[in-house]
């Protein structure tokens, strides 16, 4: 199992901008793709972005196209996700995943952060 820790969440503006961070440890050769979900409150967590080892292919969500980007330093087995231009429906937990290969799909991610909270205010 990978472990994941995630930090860099809290309180922004409408349009402003925050960097999350995902640092893994542990079997981080399971982890050839990396993601960051969310989950609003009453709702099903989401892919938000995902990138691969090497940081060689990365893919997004259509509702942060352009204003969301991942990426990840292999050597030292850690992602960002850098959130700009942030709307108040970017509210939510987001959570870092690793997993074997490359998918969108919480069931292809076996390992998982606890999240952290990202409120933005209107």
């Known amino acids: 199992q990978v472990h994941l820790v995630e930090s860099g969440g809290g309180l922004v503006q409408t349009g402003g901008s925050l960097r999350l961070a995902c640092a893994a440890s542990?079997?981080?050769?399971?982890?050839?793709?990396m993601a960051w979900f969310r989950q609003a409150s009453g709702t099903e967590r989401e892919f938000v972005a995902g990138v691969t080892r090497g940081d060689t292919y990365t893919t997004y969500a259509d509702s942060v196209k352009g204003r969301f980007a991942i990426s990840r330093d292999s050597f030292e087995n850690t992602i960002s996700l850098q959130m700009d231009n942030v709307k108040p429906e970017d509210t939510g937990i987001y959570y870092c995943?690793?997993?074997?290969?490359?998918?969108?799909?919480?069931?292809?991610?076996?390992?998982w952060g606890q999240g952290t909270q990202v409120t933005v205010s209107s």
């Open positions: 995943a690793a997993g074997p290969s490359i998918g969108m799909r919480e069931s292809d991610f076996p390992s």
């Open positions: 542990g079997r981080v050769f399971d982890s050839y793709f």
